[in-house]
């Protein structure tokens, strides 16, 4: 899942190359938190959180198919990833200090 989102985004943003998404999967969540630019990050929500809100539907969707509940984070914070460090499921820490916005 962390795939499609990462296109669907990468797409839509003016700044690709900043896209990064984690993504961490137990027994019945997954948790997606997708970081880039403040200004994307305006984008990706969307006048109204129209775009954020569809991407949440298609989300949802797909964890629906794998029987699971999906949880998902928008934060204009890019630089908290190591850009090395793309791992498909790692631990999401310091939410603290992220400016993050829930779809």
């Keep these: 899942m962390q795939e499609l989102?990462?296109?669907?985004?990468?797409?839509?943003?003016?700044?690709?190359?900043?896209?990064?998404i984690r993504e961490k999967e137990d027994k019945e969540t997954i948790v997606m938190e997708i970081f880039l630019s403040e200004d994307d990050r305006d984008k990706i929500i969307g006048k109204g959180a129209r775009i954020a809100n569809a991407l949440r539907i298609i989300v949802e969707e797909v964890a629906r198919k794998l029987e699971k509940l999906v949880v998902m984070k928008i934060s204009d914070n890019c630089s908290r990833i190591p850009k090395k460090e793309k791992l498909k499921t790692m631990e999401v820490k310091d939410e603290d200090n992220a400016h993050?916005?829930?779809i």
């Design 5 to 20: 989102v990462e296109y669907i985004v990468k797409k839509i943003a003016n700044n690709p190359e900043e896209v990064q």
């Design 100 to 102: 993050s916005s829930p």
